[in-house]
């Protein structure tokens, strides 16, 4: 398969590089539950926007000012269409009643995926009946991960403040942050979460 698009015209090749780079910029993360058609028709899409960039320069003297031209301006529209007009299609799709999709697979995407929202505080439960709390994200938002990742596949990423016992009891957590050796983050895979509680602005 790979020798027969190596075999296509160069400019075809660049079209359809193009086209998957920006699906990957448009779609990161939310990828998961595409099928091969999707991502082979939403890449085609991508790459009609590249062969017209393509198309836009006279001769085929010199390739490489198409081909950066072409992959830079399919990245940028891919960017747009995340940042903005993805949410403005669904919101358009709301107000026009045809369907009330978001367009996330479920609600933990569109909390991790959703622009705009900012985790504040967080309490983690695990199976074990221990509960891990951020009180207050500020003092670590320079830091690595901003003190906290939420990952899609339900898994978190968190400095840890304070630790609720099975028995009631309550641990604070020292030296969180460390001069030398940085700050002390924890992973608390998905299966091991039961429940998680947040405050988002």
């Given at each position: 398969m790979s020798y027969e698009i190596l075999s296509?015209?160069?400019q075809v090749q660049i079209s359809l590089g193009s086209g998957y780079a920006a699906?990957?910029?448009a779609y990161s993360g939310l990828a998961a539950n595409h099928?091969?058609?999707?991502?082979v028709f939403i890449s085609f899409a991508f790459s009609a926007f590249a062969s017209l960039i393509i198309n836009s320069f006279s001769g085929p003297d010199n390739i490489w000012l198409?081909?950066?031209?072409?992959?830079a301006a399919t990245i940028f529209l891919a960017a747009l269409w995340r940042s903005?007009?993805?949410?403005f299609f669904y919101w358009l799709m709301k107000?026009?009643?045809v369907h009330g999709d978001d367009g996330f697979f479920d609600c933990w995407q569109s909390l991790v995926q959703a622009p705009g929202l900012t985790v504040g505080q967080i309490a983690v439960y695990t199976e074990d009946g221990r509960i891990?709390?951020?009180?207050q994200r500020d003092p670590y938002w320079e830091g690595p991960k901003r003190g906290l990742e939420l990952g899609s596949d339900g898994s978190v990423i968190m400095v840890v403040e304070e630790e609720t016992q099975p028995d009631g009891s309550e641990v604070k957590k020292e030296d969180i942050v460390d001069p030398n050796w940085g700050a002390r983050l924890t992973y608390i895979p998905a299966r091991s979460i039961t429940r998680v509680n947040?405050?988002?602005k």
């Amino acid at each position: 398969m790979s020798y027969e698009i190596l075999s296509l015209p160069v400019q075809v090749q660049i079209s359809l590089g193009s086209g998957y780079a920006a699906y990957v910029v448009a779609y990161s993360g939310l990828a998961a539950n595409h099928r091969a058609r999707d991502v082979v028709f939403i890449s085609f899409a991508f790459s009609a926007f590249a062969s017209l960039i393509i198309n836009s320069f006279s001769g085929p003297d010199n390739i490489w000012l198409p081909a950066f031209s072409a992959l830079a301006a399919t990245i940028f529209l891919a960017a747009l269409w995340r940042s903005f007009g993805r949410g403005f299609f669904y919101w358009l799709m709301k107000r026009c009643r045809v369907h009330g999709d978001d367009g996330f697979f479920d609600c933990w995407q569109s909390l991790v995926q959703a622009p705009g929202l900012t985790v504040g505080q967080i309490a983690v439960y695990t199976e074990d009946g221990r509960i891990l709390w951020m009180n207050q994200r500020d003092p670590y938002w320079e830091g690595p991960k901003r003190g906290l990742e939420l990952g899609s596949d339900g898994s978190v990423i968190m400095v840890v403040e304070e630790e609720t016992q099975p028995d009631g009891s309550e641990v604070k957590k020292e030296d969180i942050v460390d001069p030398n050796w940085g700050a002390r983050l924890t992973y608390i895979p998905a299966r091991s979460i039961t429940r998680v509680n947040l405050r988002v602005k």
